[in-house]
């Protein structure tokens, strides 16, 4: 059974940056694409980026643009989150998912696999 075990979370202060890591289990299907999705309180759950297996692609949300970077360890089997400057806004629960497709889609119903989520709470 595919794992996912999302690292990194925690209270941090505005205009300071994170970075958020998932983990993959060793049963996770090859060439899959994966991504981080995000739900603030009171809001739906929002795509934040993706990225395809061989890194060639990544996809990332308009509204974190330029504050956000993806990236990916298949020898490791994790998929890193960076994020800066970031804003009270950003304040949320971050899921990492896995779709064994490898289409890297903006969509959560593209994703099968999730994992249980790391908080993220900005400080003004």
């Known amino acids: 059974q595919v794992q996912l075990v999302e690292s990194g979370g925690g209270l941090v202060q505005a205009g300071t940056s994170l970075r958020l890591s998932c983990a993959a289990s060793?049963?996770?299907?090859?060439?899959?694409?994966m991504a981080w999705f995000r739900q603030g309180p009171g809001k739906e759950r929002e795509f934040v980026a993706a990225?395809?297996?061989?890194?060639?692609?990544?996809q990332y949300a308009h509204s974190m643009k330029g504050r956000v970077s993806i990236s990916r360890d298949n020898f490791k089997n994790t998929v890193d989150l960076q994020m800066y400057s970031l804003e009270p806004e950003d304040t949320a629960v971050y899921y990492c998912?896995?779709?064994?497709?490898?289409?890297?889609?903006?969509?959560?119903?593209?994703?099968?696999?999730w994992g249980q989520g790391a908080q993220v709470t900005v400080s003004s």
């Open positions: 998912a896995l779709d064994q497709m490898n289409r890297a889609y903006t969509t959560a119903r593209s994703y099968a696999y």
């Open positions: 060793e049963r996770t299907p090859s060439r899959s694409a």
């Open positions: 990225i395809d297996w061989s890194g060639g692609t990544t």
